[in-house]
């Protein structure tokens, strides 16, 4: 009987230790939580609002909600957190929990594209290659699945694989190493007359030069064809000016070798101007510029 009053003060003193033992972590938890809300609510912590929609959006220690987990993710995506705004793209993307509107998800992935969120990148560069929510344009798929593969991100750069497999013969894409030395990068069809108004573009417009240069990038102005040449010219002319964008695109011509002979050190001119105004995607460039 000894024996067995023995045993059984040992076991109710382990139970006692135990519980004492998990006591500081379950009350940690709580504490997390509360610690969680008030960074979130009284500090304006983007990370603590963005922890927290994601708590109310899987139902982690606080009951599902839908509505609270967008108006704490929507806080944080306000401070430019670029992990919110790729959350919310997506759930505006899928349906989840919210209607889906493909502009704001196209927004909320670029938000967080431009800051240089890999993820958000390889989204919007699967959303341009598909045509879901967006008009197909492989070239915009093809840029930003470059910007994630820089990241390391291995799903973008099968995807780029695939789409230089995927493209027809008569889409100019990112030339291979053999290509460049062997292709001429001018040989287009001929540009035919412009029908937009080119009256502010001869005169030194910058941002009307620019909507030229995109207008025979993408082929998609009326009555234009796909021309890398011109599109290189205008932005050429509105680059000059300043015009950040359009030096962006300039250095990107001269990174791939776009109706200009490829070189790197004008490509990371162009870069290092348009970064120097902020160009978020000409940052990164210049950074690393692995596919110059």
């Given at each position: 009987?000894?024996?067995?009053?023995?045993?059984?003060?040992?076991?109710?003193?382990?139970?006692?230790?135990?519980?004492s033992?998990?006591?500081?972590?379950?009350?940690?938890?709580?504490?997390?939580?509360?610690?969680l809300?008030?960074?979130?609510?009284?500090?304006?912590?983007?990370?603590?609002?963005?922890?927290?929609?994601?708590?109310?959006?899987?139902?982690?220690e606080?009951?599902?909600?839908?509505r609270?987990?967008?108006?704490?993710?929507?806080?944080?995506?306000?401070?430019?957190?670029?992990?919110?705004?790729?959350?919310?793209?997506?759930?505006?993307?899928?349906?989840?929990?919210?209607?889906?509107?493909?502009?704001a998800?196209?927004?909320?992935?670029?938000?967080?594209?431009?800051?240089g969120?890999?993820?958000?990148?390889?989204?919007?560069?699967?959303?341009?290659l598909?045509?879901?929510?967006?008009?197909?344009?492989?070239?915009?798929?093809?840029?930003?699945?470059?910007l994630?593969?820089?990241h390391?991100?291995?799903?973008?750069?099968?995807?780029?694989?695939?789409?230089?497999?995927?493209?027809p013969?008569?889409?100019?894409?990112?030339?291979?190493?053999?290509?460049?030395?062997?292709?001429?990068?001018?040989?287009?069809?001929?540009?035919?007359?412009?029908?937009?108004?080119?009256?502010?573009?001869?005169?030194?417009?910058?941002?009307?030069?620019?909507?030229?240069?995109?207008?025979?990038?993408?082929?998609?102005?009326?009555?234009?064809?796909?021309?890398?040449?011109?599109?290189?010219?205008?932005?050429?002319?509105?680059?000059?000016?300043?015009?950040?964008?359009?030096?962006?695109?300039?250095?990107?011509?001269y990174?791939?070798?776009?109706?200009?002979?490829?070189?790197?050190?004008?490509?990371?001119?162009?870069?290092?101007?348009?970064?120097?105004?902020?160009?978020?995607?000409?940052?990164?460039?210049?950074?690393?510029?692995?596919?110059?």
């Amino acid at each position: 009987m000894r024996h067995f009053a023995t045993m059984r003060l040992i076991i109710r003193t382990l139970f006692i230790l135990l519980l004492s033992a998990l006591a500081p972590q379950l009350v940690f938890a709580d504490d997390d939580l509360q610690t969680l809300r008030q960074a979130a609510e009284t500090d304006q912590s983007a990370k603590a609002q963005y922890q927290l929609g994601l708590r109310y959006l899987q139902g982690k220690e606080v009951n599902q909600d839908s509505r609270s987990a967008v108006m704490w993710l929507q806080r944080a995506a306000e401070q430019n957190y670029a992990p919110a705004q790729y959350q919310l793209g997506e759930l505006y993307r899928t349906g989840n929990g919210v209607d889906i509107d493909a502009a704001a998800a196209v927004e909320y992935l670029t938000s967080a594209a431009e800051q240089g969120y890999p993820t958000a990148q390889y989204r919007l560069g699967t959303l341009y290659l598909t045509g879901n929510l967006v008009e197909q344009d492989l070239i915009t798929a093809t840029e930003w699945m470059e910007l994630a593969s820089e990241h390391g991100y291995t799903e973008a750069r099968q995807a780029l694989a695939d789409l230089n497999e995927a493209m027809p013969a008569d889409t100019v894409t990112t030339p291979s190493p053999e290509a460049q030395q062997t292709e001429d990068p001018t040989n287009e069809e001929s540009a035919p007359p412009l029908t937009l108004d080119t009256r502010a573009a001869e005169q030194d417009d910058a941002e009307t030069q620019y909507q030229l240069g995109e207008a025979y990038r993408t082929g998609t102005g009326e009555g234009i064809s796909r021309s890398f040449k011109e599109a290189a010219r205008w932005y050429g002319l509105a680059a000059e000016q300043g015009h950040p964008e359009a030096q962006y695109q300039l250095g990107e011509f001269y990174s791939k070798g776009r109706g200009v002979k490829k070189n790197k050190k004008i490509a990371q001119k162009w870069y290092k101007a348009a970064a120097e105004q902020g160009h978020v995607k000409a940052k990164y460039r210049q950074r690393g510029c692995g596919f110059c």
